[in-house]
Nanobody, 126 residues
């Protein structure tokens, strides 16, 4: 049974930083696409960053976070990370990680993913 567990959310002031982690268990970590999504109140789930858990594909970012967020992985820990800097109030929301076995054609689209974590809340205040 695949399990994705996000940690690291919290409250931060605008301009601050946070690092989210997503640990995978019960599921082969390598050769997956994994991604971070954000969902604000009344909004659709938005793909932010995606990473291939092996060599061969570069990370992909949404324009809204490019240059501010960095996705990375540690295969020894079955974990991906999202380093977020220069946070803005509009970055607030529930952050989810997701996984799909094998490569995806559209790695920032939620319909590509089979497995999801429960989410971690990020709140950015002015």
């Amino acid at each position: 049974q695949a399990r994705l567990m996000e940690t690291g959310g919290g409250s931060v002031q605008a301009g601050g930083s946070l690092r989210l982690s997503c640990e995978v268990s019960g599921y082969p970590f390598t050769r997956n696409h994994m991604a971070w999504f954000r969902q604000g109140p009344g909004s659709e789930r938005e793909g932010l960053a995606a990473i291939w858990t092996d060599d061969g594909f570069p990370p992909v970012y949404a324009d809204s976070v490019k240059g501010r967020f960095t996705v990375s992985r540690d295969n020894s820990k079955n974990t991906i990370y999202l380093e977020m800097s220069d946070l803005k109030p509009e970055d607030s929301g529930m952050y989810y990680c997701a996984a799909k076995r094998g490569a995806t054609r559209y790695p920032l689209q939620s319909y590509e993913y089979n497995y999801w974590g429960q989410g971690t809340q990020v709140t950015v205040s002015v």
